[in-house]
């Protein structure tokens, strides 16, 4: 037993043996005291001496650790495991104040409609198809692909503030960042998104066995105070002067975030206050992260701010995509900083495919798989163009149908695993 907890307990076996000692020598008297201590002393040096050979024999042959499965520091490093999201089972969700506030008026019809209702089948049929082929795609080039576990998003749930059904696990950007080794859950906004965390609690579970980090930031109530009830959106110019004013359909009640709010780029992470995400979500965000990173609020041009990778994403050191449509108000600095300012071209999607929670500009909103791969819709032939001028290759994928659902590439993902090291990138 003394040899055990030697191997498992370092100095504590040295302090167990002295405490034996002396309980010896107080039992057995004065008279035989120092030759019990003379005989313990010599089978503690023989003792110790097993003990170290056994440590050395254990350090020969124990295997070597386990690298931790989650580590990704930016958005471009070689990408060796991603989460994929699932369109199955996708509902409409309710369209309740924050939802309004998010999406434009020509859809509000839409949601008025379908609220808690499936998607219309065939579309979503094929989303499911190209999010599958995506997948082999992202296989074929040598990333292992996680996904999310299937979920009845139908069932109706009610909490002490609020009833609502849910949405779906379609984009893992908007719940997951990874910071390095840790996997943070955001706590979103919307509230048909409550429970969407469930869907991907096996993965992280599994993660966090492995030696993964995890946080799950506070979760909100989503009570009414969360939100301006009587937040005017009739028209775009009411849109442009409220976020102009710093106003959002989100209040300060309580912290909340979508994590695709936060672009990361080394030790400097860049965020939008938008209608999802509100400066407490913000500053619990730079507090939790601590004095190693530094948290950048930056904005744009914007009049329906809502996760920042479809107007500002940042695809390799110094080299940011930014929206021409939604210039970014802090743009200067970047250029001061030495980055290289790309205006993507006006995006190809026709006028009449339906984009229910997203803008035309997913075109954007790409999936880097190194510095010199990115995944790109098949149908943005410009962009294309404009990546290959750049020096990288596109790997062409058809997700048209997905888009429908709200987002691009870079939203249907979370980087699990990049193959690099923590950097500053940033001046």
């Not at 003394?2 to 076996?13: D, K, T």
């Not at 056994?54 to 020969?60: N, P, Q």
């Not at 695809?315 to 930014?322: A, C, D, F, K, Y």
Request: contains cysteine; glycine residues 6%; neutral net charge.
């Amino acid at each position: 037993m003394l040899r055990v907890r030697c191997l498992r307990g370092g100095s504590r076996g040295a302090e167990a043996a002295h405490l034996i000692g002396a309980m010896v020598g107080i039992t057995l008297g004065r008279s035989v005291t120092g030759w019990v201590q003379r005989a313990f002393e010599s089978s503690s040096s023989a003792a110790a001496a097993q003990t170290r050979h056994a440590v050395e024999e254990e350090h020969v042959t124990e295997p070597a650790q386990q690298e931790c499965p989650v580590c990704s520091h930016n958005e471009w490093d070689l990408l060796e495991e991603v989460i994929v999201g699932r369109a199955e089972n996708a509902r409409v969700p309710p369209f309740s104040v924050e939802v309004k506030a998010n999406t434009y008026e020509k859809q509000w019809g839409f949601f008025q409609k379908y609220g808690g209702h499936s998607f219309p089948a065939d579309h979503l049929k094929k989303a499911v198809a190209e999010i599958d082929e995506m997948c082999n795609i992202l296989h074929h080039e040598g990333v292992t692909v996680r996904r999310p576990e299937p979920i009845d998003w139908s069932l109706q749930y009610t909490t002490p503030d609020f009833t609502s059904s849910g949405l779906y696990s379609a984009m893992p950007r908007d719940i997951l960042m990874v910071v390095g080794n840790e996997i943070i859950e955001a706590p979103m906004a919307w509230r048909a998104r409550f429970f969407e965390y469930r869907a991907y609690r096996p993965l992280i579970k599994e993660y966090f066995r492995k030696g993964a980090k995890w946080t799950t930031a506070p979760k909100p109530t989503m009570a009414d105070a969360l939100y301006d009830q009587d937040y005017p959106i009739r028209t775009v110019e009411d849109r442009h002067k409220l976020a102009a004013e710093g106003k959002f359909v989100t209040t300060e009640y309580e912290p909340c975030f979508d994590a695709a709010d936060f672009i990361r780029a080394g030790t400097d992470l860049f965020v939008q206050r938008s209608q999802v995400t509100n400066y407490m979500g913000i500053e619990w965000m730079r507090r939790h992260l601590g004095p190693n990173y530094k948290v950048h609020i930056i904005s744009f041009r914007d009049p329906n701010p809502m996760h920042i990778d479809a107007t500002f994403n940042i695809i390799g050191p110094g080299l940011v995509l930014s929206n021409p449509d939604r210039p970014c108000h802090q743009i200067e600095m970047f250029k001061k900083a030495g980055w290289t300012i790309v205006k993507p071209p006006v995006p190809l999607i026709p006028d009449d495919h339906p984009l229910w929670m997203s803008s035309k500009w997913l075109s954007m909103n790409v999936l880097m798989l190194d510095e010199k791969r990115v995944m790109v819709e098949a149908n943005e032939t410009t962009i294309q163009k404009m990546f290959e001028n750049l020096g990288i290759k596109t790997i062409k994928v058809s997700i048209r149908h997905a888009n429908s659902l709200g987002g691009g590439f870079h939203c249907w993902t979370t980087d699990v695993r990049r193959r690099g090291t923590l950097q500053s990138y940033f001046h």
